[in-house]
């Protein structure tokens, strides 16, 4: 479990660090334990597992003032699980769904009783995502996704992707653009 928290830490500090996040914006987390350990998704899921990741990505979000958001599973329409304080700040639309290892996710049942003040809302546009396993977190991502490659490529058996996002280009050839964003 160590081990599995500790590649956690590692792959959302650098995500945070490579997306430039700063406090008050949203990284959505999307975790199938059943991957982690190397079982196919959705048929193995692990409170322990969930709880161990969370671990390791909730104090490092905490510490910069970025809300984490996650993604449950489709048994709750991908919901997300986020604290309060956000969905109002960003107004969200809530949603009544507590979720459990088996309806909704491991990771997100263990973020559920970790916050403060959790909510479940129905969708949100985050800032930057971490999908660990392939559970496809892109429809809660800002345009434009810009695909991030971590040094940590693995937490478990399962596969890490992650995605910062950028405001969308307008203009035409004589635009100059921020390259700070």
Do not use: W
């Not at 709750?76 to 290892?101: C, G, H, K, T, W």
């Not at 559970?135 to 800002?142: D, E, F, N, P, S």
């Amino acid at each position: 479990m160590q081990n599995i928290t500790q590649q956690a830490r590692t792959a959302v500090t650098e995500l945070i660090e490579k997306a430039s996040l700063t406090a008050g914006q949203i990284l959505v987390v999307g975790c199938s334990t059943s991957e982690v350990q190397g079982h196919s998704l959705g048929t193995f899921s692990a409170p322990e597992i969930g709880r161990a990741i969370l671990d390791g990505i909730l104090p490092v979000t905490k510490e910069r003032g970025i809300f984490l958001a996650a993604q449950c599973c489709e048994h709750l329409n991908r919901a997300l699980i986020i604290e309060a304080d956000a969905m109002e700040r960003y107004s969200f639309e809530r949603v009544n769904a507590v979720p459990q290892p088996k309806a909704g996710g491991s990771f997100a049942a263990a973020l559920y009783g970790a916050l403060e003040n959790p909510v479940t809302v129905e969708a949100l546009k985050a800032h930057a995502g971490m999908d660990i396993g392939g559970v496809l977190i892109g429809m809660h991502l800002k345009a434009v996704a810009v695909p991030l490659r971590l040094e940590q490529k693995m937490i478990g058996e399962a596969p890490v992707s992650a995605a910062r996002t950028r405001p969308k280009y307008t203009g035409g050839e004589r635009t100059v653009y921020d390259p700070r964003l």
